[in-house]
């Protein structure tokens, strides 16, 4: 217990001092988006010192891959306490850093958790000028509640949604599930959120990915963006008989190279393709009414790196006359894969065709105890081949010794002999565990077969095997139960065969 509080406050002391939180890897730059994001913060009382710097790592975590900016992202805080509070301005911080350097900077003020007036104040200033909001553009209100609060939220909070508000919630654990249910824009399965604080970073993308569903909403973006091509994405302007769509696109290091697509008007999306990779592209939609003016809508987008496959070759499941071999990645632009194997050392080679929505195949009809070479070729629509090559060893062909026997050598002591094993056997293994005293494991040359077995106690049962050991993998091994006849009687053993 002493351990986790040490911990969590270390944690809490590392974040307050605007040390680097804890890495999560880098997260990609999300652009195309614009609207007035409110973070409503539980800043009173009622929230612990470590609470409060939990909600603001996540805060700070869920706002790092946004552009912010005038004509992209704003953010403020408003804090719910006995007088609520806007702790900075939409329009003062114009870039991730600064946002997160203010939120690091940001500090409990305790009081009640009076957050009807908090929601009431938040009204006034999500559509206030003088608070850095903007006219026409997508309001998001994301309230972290520890779920309680000393006034009515119902009211406020209706009045909100009546007038466009987003409202996502997430309670750390203790609020009342009906209330906030209502409370939170509809699905609540899509804007509520109950979970630890603790546990925050595990909605840290959901939350974003929904959040940017209602910024990007009413914007030219760009989605499912590949390594050629990606698609855009458009608010409902136009219908088929008002006019059509003219989407323009070029290098942003090529403006002189642009192209045209004309789109009609019931659609609103497009698939550009033929791309290239690692590129930014200039893309305008100019929306061509025959009934209102519609200005035209920009964006920038840059295609990913290209993916190459195969990237990685592996062999599994061989056996004596076939292996496995399998790729990674698979991707949309390969047609086919051409799987080219023959033995080492040799001259001889042959050719397996396999479609580009599979990642393996089974080679099978293979020379046993042999290498291959195992060569794998993507062949891409645009024309394009990547190769990459392994080597895969069939295993021996699998053997077992016949005929164990068992002969009397004295007091507790057999003599276990055996018929040799076919194939290029490198020794052999014998194990014998003892009913009473440790088992013991003998291995020898392969031109001997057999071997003296000793301390056998008198009336014990005892189980020999025998096994086969080839170059890479052991034979199939023959074991025998032996029984030692007890003192009493005539000296001797007796056994019987057990499969």
């Not at 009211?155 to 609020?175: A, C, H, N, W, Y």
């Not at 040799?420 to 077969?449: E, F, M």
């Amino acid at each position: 217990m002493l351990a986790k509080t040490v911990l969590s406050l270390g944690l809490w002391l590392q974040f307050a001092a605007g040390q680097n939180t804890p890495e999560r890897g880098p997260q990609p730059s999300v652009s195309n988006s614009e609207g007035d994001l409110l973070f409503l913060l539980d800043s009173s009382g009622s929230v612990s010192y470590y609470e409060f710097s939990r909600v603001k790592e996540f805060m700070w975590d869920l706002v790092q891959p946004f552009t912010f900016g005038p004509k992209d992202v704003q953010a403020s805080i408003i804090h719910i306490s006995t007088t609520p509070t806007m702790e900075f301005p939409f329009d003062r911080y114009q870039s991730s850093r600064s946002l997160q350097q203010a939120i690091r900077d940001t500090r409990q003020l305790m009081g009640d958790t009076n957050t009807g007036k908090a929601l009431s104040y938040a009204k006034e200033k999500l559509f206030s000028g003088e608070a850095g909001a903007r006219p026409d553009v997508p309001k998001v209100l994301v309230w972290v509640t520890d779920g309680f609060s000393t006034d009515d939220i119902s009211e406020p909070m209706q009045l909100l949604k009546d007038m466009g508000v987003t409202v996502f919630i997430v309670s750390t654990g203790r609020g009342n599930y009906l209330e906030l249910s209502a409370a939170a824009s509809q699905p609540p399965e899509k804007h509520l959120h109950f979970v630890d604080v603790d546990d925050l970073t595990i909605i840290t993308k959901e939350l974003r990915d929904s959040i940017l569903d209602v910024i990007q909403a009413n914007r030219l973006h760009a989605v499912d963006i590949t390594s050629s091509s990606f698609r855009l994405v458009w608010p409902k302007l136009l219908s088929q008989e008002t006019g059509y769509y003219t989407l323009e696109y070029a290098p942003v290091d090529d403006l002189a190279g642009k192209r045209t697509n004309q789109v009609s008007g019931a659609h609103t999306s497009f698939m550009l393709s033929n791309l290239a990779p690692e590129t930014a592209y200039e893309v305008a939609l100019i929306p061509e009414s025959n009934v209102h003016y519609f200005p035209p809508q920009t964006t920038r987008v840059t295609t990913l790196a290209e993916e190459i496959s195969p990237a990685q070759v592996f062999i599994s499941e061989s056996g004596p006359h076939s292996f496995h071999v399998s790729w990674a990645p698979t991707l949309d632009s390969v047609v086919s894969y051409q799987v080219l194997y023959g033995p080492l050392p040799g001259n001889s080679a042959k050719l397996l065709e396999v479609g580009g929505e599979r990642n393996g195949t089974m080679v099978e009809n293979l020379a046993a105890n042999t290498t291959y070479l195992v060569t794998v070729t993507a062949i891409y629509r645009s024309g394009k081949e990547r190769s990459l090559s392994a080597k895969a060893c069939t295993q021996e062909e699998g053997s077992k010794v016949r005929h164990l026997r068992f002969e009397d050598m004295g007091p507790n002591t057999l003599k276990a002999s055996w018929d040799s094993a076919d194939g290029n056997v490198l020794g052999y293994r014998v194990r014998c565990r003892r009913q009473t005293g440790p088992s013991s494991v003998i291995s020898v040359s392969p031109q001997i077969h057999s071997v003296l077995l000793t301390d056998l106690p008198a009336g014990t049962t005892n189980k020999v095997c025998v096994k086969p050991m080839y170059k890479n993998q052991a034979g199939k091994g023959l074991c025998r139960m032996v029984h030692m006849q007890p003192a009493t009687e005539a000296q001797g053993y007796k056994h019987r065969q057990r499969a």
